[in-house]
């Protein structure tokens, strides 16, 4: 099977692999998210479509360095960089509502791939007393909305969260899809 071809390779390539097989309690921590790494990239997962697509970045990058003219201002050592032409955004429509296990997959990402993957997603919060009809939101609408982007150099909370680099509120409730 997959699984015991990658085990092997794993016991081959690292010292301490357990022999387990399908005895998941045997397994650590680290030992867990190679695992998770291994399975998401065998599936139709978000992680595997982000990959694929990130491998876009250093590939430009080589391609700038093999084709630059050399006496060019742009050939200069960081002038020029492949996020100036691309950028994997990626909407995390749920993103409010990830529980941990979710923003500490989401924070994996964004250590595998800093440079070139965005987060947008859609933030809200209770009106509150304060919203009056001066405060130019409908009286029947109880939240206010924000579209958001994160990136890689956002702070993180201690909720895992990352701070929205750009939230935007939105005139009203946002119609997905």
């Given at each position: 099977?997959?699984?015991?071809?990658?085990?092997?390779?794993?016991?081959?390539?690292?010292?301490?692999?357990?022999?387990?097989?399908?005895?998941?309690?045997?397994?650590?921590?680290?030992?867990?998210?190679?695992?998770?790494?291994?399975?998401?990239m065998r599936?139709?997962?978000?992680?595997?479509?982000?990959?694929?697509?990130?491998?876009?970045?250093?590939?430009?990058?080589?391609?700038?360095?093999?084709?630059?003219?050399?006496?060019?201002?742009?050939?200069?050592?960081?002038?020029?960089?492949?996020?100036?032409?691309?950028?994997?955004?990626?909407?995390?429509?749920?993103?409010?509502?990830?529980?941990?296990?979710?923003?500490?997959?989401?924070?994996l990402m964004?250590?595998?791939?800093?440079?070139?993957?965005?987060?947008?997603?859609?933030?809200?919060?209770?009106?509150?007393?304060?919203?009056?009809?001066?405060?130019?939101?409908?009286?029947?609408?109880?939240?206010?909305?924000?579209?958001?982007?994160?990136?890689?150099?956002?702070?993180?909370?201690?909720?895992?969260?990352?701070?929205?680099?750009?939230?935007?509120?939105?005139?009203?409730?946002?119609?997905?899809?």
């Open positions: 099977s997959e699984f015991a071809a990658f085990t092997s390779r794993m016991q081959a390539s690292r010292v301490g692999w357990p022999v387990a097989g399908s005895e998941w309690g045997e397994y650590t921590e680290e030992q867990w998210k190679k695992i998770g790494g291994w399975a998401s599936m139709q997962t978000l992680w595997r479509t982000v990959a694929g697509m990130c491998l876009y970045h250093p590939a430009l990058a080589w391609h700038f360095y093999a084709q630059a003219d050399k006496s060019s201002a742009l050939a200069r050592r960081g002038v020029w960089d492949p996020s100036d032409c691309f950028t994997c955004l990626v909407s995390m429509q749920m993103y409010k509502f990830f529980n941990k296990t979710q923003l500490e997959h989401t924070n964004f250590e595998k791939f800093p440079s070139c993957l965005k987060v947008a997603f859609i933030d809200c919060e209770d009106k509150g007393e304060s919203g009056s009809s001066d405060d130019r939101v409908h009286a029947r609408q109880e939240r206010r909305y924000y579209s958001c982007l994160i990136e890689a150099g956002c702070k993180t909370g201690e909720d895992l969260r990352r701070a929205p680099r750009f939230r935007v509120e939105l005139p009203g409730y946002p119609i997905l899809g």
